[in-house]
């Protein structure tokens, strides 16, 4: 069965500073990585995915993503955060050894950027 | 080309009540899903489907009934609302499986129910 974990509620960091929300998956078949934001009565919208290839993904706004098979890790990070990037956060896992496409995601983890 | 549309957007029910929360894409995608949103728990998954004519159980399926005729069209119907299911629901779709290509979830604005 897929799982994920976001172990932070809540995420504070200052405007202009790095920022990193923690996630780590577990998955029996080959892991398809997605990270999801979702602003205030809305739905939600795709930021970047690992589906293979390189371990350093880049999406929208500036935001990237670094897989790490050993650790099944999949951290979403920015070098400078702005006050807009506050958010919910999502990160999702879908087995790729599925042809189901299921996609279970973590219980989000909340960003706020503080000027 | 609208994307994921849900309706309706806001709707309180009493308990016991049934009701049906309507979602089409138009963006030809084999797979469908619906998903509820509580505070502390994340997405979770309620049913899905891979195609016209399939639909499977997700995380939490109980109170709750899937079709799919079209491969537009998946309807969520509740049979005899609970308080319990007072929630946000959200219908997404994407291309199915996944490789290379697509993937990705797109979400419709969801849908606030409440149950009282």
């Known amino acids: 069965a897929q799982s994920v974990a976001q172990p932070e509620d809540q995420v504070n960091v200052a405007e202009g500073n790095p920022l990193t929300v923690k996630c780590t998956y577990s998955v029996s078949g080959n892991p398809y990585l997605f990270w999801y934001v979702q602003y205030p009565n809305r739905g939600l919208q795709f930021l970047l995915k690992y589906i293979t290839g390189d371990n350093l993904v880049k999406g929208s706004y500036g935001f990237e993503a670094e897989f790490n098979k050993s650790q099944t890790s999949f951290h979403l990070k920015k070098p400078s955060a702005l006050v807009s990037d506050s958010a919910l956060y999502f990160c999702a896992v879908r087995d790729g050894s599925s042809n189901t496409g299921k996609l279970i995601f973590g219980q989000g983890t909340t960003l706020q950027v503080k000027p | ?116």
């Open chain 2, 1 to 116: 080309n609208a994307g994921v549309t849900q309706t309706p957007k806001f709707q309180v029910l009493k308990t016991g009540q049934s009701m049906t929360l309507q979602c089409a894409q138009d963006m030809n995608h084999e797979y469908m899903s619906w998903y509820r949103q509580d505070p502390g728990m994340g997405l979770r998954l309620i049913h899905y489907s891979v195609g016209a004519g399939i639909t499977d159980q997700g995380e939490v399926p109980n109170g709750y009934n899937v079709s799919r005729s079209t491969t537009e069209d998946f309807p969520l119907r509740l049979l005899s609302a609970a308080p319990s299911q007072t929630s946000v629901y959200f219908c997404a779709s994407s291309y199915r499986g996944g490789g290379g290509v697509g993937g990705e979830l797109f979400f419709g604005e969801g849908s606030r129910l409440t149950v009282l």
